[in-house]
């Protein structure tokens, strides 16, 4: 046992119990439309058929998985991209009636052999950026999905009332159900359909009953999150993760679905059929020693979960404080992963899926509640992860309870703690230079720090309060930026480069001024700055690995397309490189950690049977990522002025930012642009701050040049037809609009390279329409 662990029979939650009605809750049920099907095992992997439904149509039907499909698209993400290019059009927004949500699994999803393997992909129109926008979210909702027959739910239309959508595995028998009675807020929602599909009334029966729910948060903000459970057996508690992004949330309760239930009829090892299970075990086992040897002296995820980063980055000046102003604060130990240690319980495996020797989906059980509606309730709150934690940091919050409690009311709430924390950060901002006051917040004192009135502020979302400033701001940055912009409120420069947001979506929380790869790994991305694209910061910004345009174009495409395979396949990254082999520094490429790469070559083809290296994996990521930034051109957002990111991800927007790291930035106006001290000494820090500015922006553009010209783009970021081809990619519809796009931007002079190029420099390639050429 860990230390301070607690033996599972000594184990009580201390949570608040709950007596429900389920008979009378059930009752109230009524049966819209249903479908039978036929059962049928999981064969390498694959299910071979996928399950749609429309809310409006009141349809239910199978749809087979070909061998092309498998070939082109893989699984997990890439089955979704399809199967929403298939139904939705160029314009459709993520309130159309034929948006489609789309959860798959991926042909490793469901192994228990290897850590990290129970992964979904959650996929739709994002009311946040109008585009796709993907999740990987862990939880049994994937691999029971599979298990009960599918690869892949597609929801589409919506419903008049609010629904429950039944899978039944055990069964064969599909059932859509109108449900008034239960509660909507994700704590509540997920214990009484656990119990209540659970086929008898114990453990192992709620075990094999996974839940999707949302929130009251997600009904009334555009950050809505799906919650995914997961029956922790030991704490006798049906737990949650979270696919965070985009709104997902909000487009599930526009359907108005309540909740999703699959329900199997059992679990085991070997649900998917491998083709080699020996290798299985081999690999796991390998990962599964490296994990209990080695997690100690690396992550310490066994123990702390993903909290243990929030000190790493403030010691590197990357830990967002005060809406990324700041990388460190002098308060920042009250929340390092040692206070959190405090708190959690001691139990695991706490893993989100079984096999998963990572274990680091921590808890607080017994967490009394301060705040709203539930205030005096002991709960679990799942997390905090890191994420998490250091959305309160932005927020100028150390206080760990303070932390639980936005934990807990984000997630129960159905809303994304990440988007929910910048763009609080941002309102912070606003409020501290008197662009928003208490007024203009519908009562808010929305000040740094103030946890009382972001919690307030939470709640009134929750309650649907229908004030000027909490109906812009439950909509994010992009349209408070917006909102103010139109009032006259403040200066525009100001807040477009403090509003940290891109294409829409906020920040994650990550502080990149330091690190040009970095910026491109939030900036250049499908669906918005999140980090599980590439997080390149150390690599660039500490161990200086990556100098030149072309070595920060190459990272900035092995590691998004390397990142993009987990989601292929339904797997989780963290145990890719928040584990390492003892010996990994001495390999040839250790930050692609390539004992693990080769792992889950290993790993695919024992399940698939075929046989792949590790090229064919990053080609199995191309094809999927090409397409993906093609539905983003089709749809209107896959061009250079989409990936700009606001001056506050690049450097500093404030005379006090600059100031507090003055002899960083000096020092770079020397060595980088060529000033002598005596120079800098007689500039005044606005003058410093506009060179700067000027600088770092046309660095960001040659970044985007490089990045472009590496992934087969054109200079306007639109993937070219010939870089289709190539991939096998040959869609006839996909290939003529991306044609029609091209010439467009020929036409309008956009296919130019950003940067300026000075001299002994020289842009990617001298040729116009150099793709035509391959
Ligand atoms: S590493 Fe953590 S998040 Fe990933 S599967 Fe394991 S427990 Fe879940």
Redesign the pocket.
């Known amino acids: 046992m860990l230390q301070g662990q607690i033996p599972i029979d000594e184990y009580k939650t201390g949570n608040t119990k709950h007596t429900w009605n389920l008979k009378k809750l059930r009752f109230a049920h009524r049966v819209l439309f249903d479908y039978n099907y036929k059962k049928q095992e999981v064969q390498k992997g694959y299910a071979n058929r996928t399950l749609y439904i429309d809310l409006s149509k009141k349809e239910i039907k199978e749809k087979k998985v070909t061998e092309e499909m498998k070939n082109k698209f893989t699984g997990g993400r890439g089955f979704g991209l399809k199967l929403l290019w298939d139904s939705i059009t160029s314009e459709t927004r993520w309130d159309s009636v034929e948006n489609n949500l789309v959860i798959t699994t991926g042909p490793l999803c469901g192994i228990t052999q290897y850590?990290?393997t129970?992964?979904s992909l959650c996929l739709t129109v994002s009311p946040a950026t109008n585009i796709i926008c993907d999740c990987n979210v862990?939880g049994f909702v994937g691999p029971y999905l599979k298990f009960a027959g599918f690869d892949a739910l597609e929801i589409q239309g919506k419903a008049k009332d609010d629904v429950i959508i039944f899978i039944d595995g055990e069964n064969g028998k599909i059932t859509v159900e109108i449900a008034p009675l239960e509660e909507t807020n994700t704590h509540l929602l997920t214990e009484q359909l656990t119990y209540m599909y659970a086929s008898e009334d114990n453990d192992r029966s709620r075990q094999k009953v996974a839940v999707v729910t949302s929130g009251k948060g997600a009904e009334h903000s555009w950050w809505g999150c799906l919650n995914f459970s997961f029956y922790d057996i030991r704490r006798k508690v049906a737990r949650v993760?979270q696919a965070g992004r985009g709104g997902l949330g909000t487009v599930f309760r526009d359907k108005r679905i309540k909740a999703i239930v699959v329900k199997v009829e059992k679990v085991h090892g070997l649900l998917n059929n491998p083709a080699d299970p020996e290798t299985l075990v081999k690999v796991g086992t390998k990962l599964h020693r490296e994990i209990r040897d080695l997690d100690k002296y690396q992550c310490n995820?066994r123990a702390v979960g993903t909290g243990h980063l929030v000190e790493i980055m403030d010691a590197y000046d990357l830990l967002p404080c005060e809406n990324y102003r700041f990388g460190s604060f002098p308060k920042a130990p009250k929340i390092y992963s040692t206070k959190f240690y405090e708190l959690f319980t001691k139990i695991i495996p706490?893993?989100?899926?079984f096999g998963?020797t990572?274990?680091?989906?921590k808890t607080v059980d017994g967490y009394m509640v301060k705040t709203g509606p539930y205030k005096g309730q002991k709960v679990t709150v799942d997390g905090p992860e890191y994420e998490t934690i250091a959305a309160c940091s932005n927020m100028s919050i150390w206080d760990p309870l303070w932390i639980l409690e936005y934990n807990f009311y984000c997630d129960t709430y159905g809303i994304d703690t990440i988007s929910t924390g910048t763009a609080l950060a941002f309102y912070m901002e606003m409020y501290e230079y008197g662009i928003l006051n208490k007024n203009r917040c519908d009562g808010l004192e929305l000040c740094f720090g103030n946890a009382e009135a972001v919690l307030e502020f939470i709640h009134k979302i929750a309650r649907g309060e229908k004030g000027e400033f909490i109906n812009v701001a439950s909509k994010g940055i992009r349209r408070v930026k917006d909102w103010l912009i139109e009032k006259g409120w403040g200066d525009e420069k100001l807040i477009e480069d403090t509003g940290m947001e891109s294409k829409g979506l906020e920040y994650s929380e990550y502080v990149t001024k330091e690190s040009l790869a970095m910026q491109g790994g939030y900036g250049l991305t499908l669906k918005g700055p999140q980090h599980d694209e590439a997080w390149l910061i150390f690599m660039d910004m500490v161990n200086n690995a990556i100098p030149t345009f072309e070595d920060k174009a190459e990272a900035l495409h092995y590691f998004p397309m390397w990142r993009t395979w987990f989601g292929l396949n339904g797997l989780?990254k963290?145990?890719w490189n928040d584990i390492e082999p003892a010996n990994n520094a001495e390999t040839d490429e250790p930050t692609k950690v390539p004992e693990h790469v080769q792992n889950y070559v290993e790993l695919f083809n024992a399940v698939t049977g075929k046989k792949v290296d590790k090229k064919e994996l990053i080609l199995q990521s191309e094809r999927c990522y090409n397409w993906q930034r093609a539905m983003n051109v089709w749809m209107g957002r896959g061009r250079r002025k989409d990936d700009w990111i606001p001056y506050r991800s690049m450097g500093p927007v404030t005379e006090m930012e600059y100031i507090s790291r003055k002899d960083r930035y000096d020092k770079q106006l020397i060595e980088k642009q060529g000033f002598n001290k005596e120079q800098i000494d007689k500039m005044s820090v606005k003058e410093k701050m506009k060179i700067l500015y000027d600088y770092r922006q046309d660095q960001y553009q040659k970044l985007a040049d490089a990045v472009y010209y590496r992934r087969g783009w054109t200079p306007n970021g639109v993937p070219t037809p010939q870089k289709m081809r190539q991939l096998g990619m040959d869609d006839p519809r996909m290939l003529k609009m991306l044609q029609e796009k091209i010439d467009e931007d020929e036409k309008a002079g956009l296919n130019v390279w950003g940067g300026k190029y000075g001299k002994g420099e020289k842009p990617p390639s001298i040729h116009p329409r150099y793709w035509e050429k391959w």
């Open positions: 850590p990290g129970g992964k862990g993760k995820m706490d893993g989100c899926w998963c990572m274990a680091c989906s989780c963290l145990p």
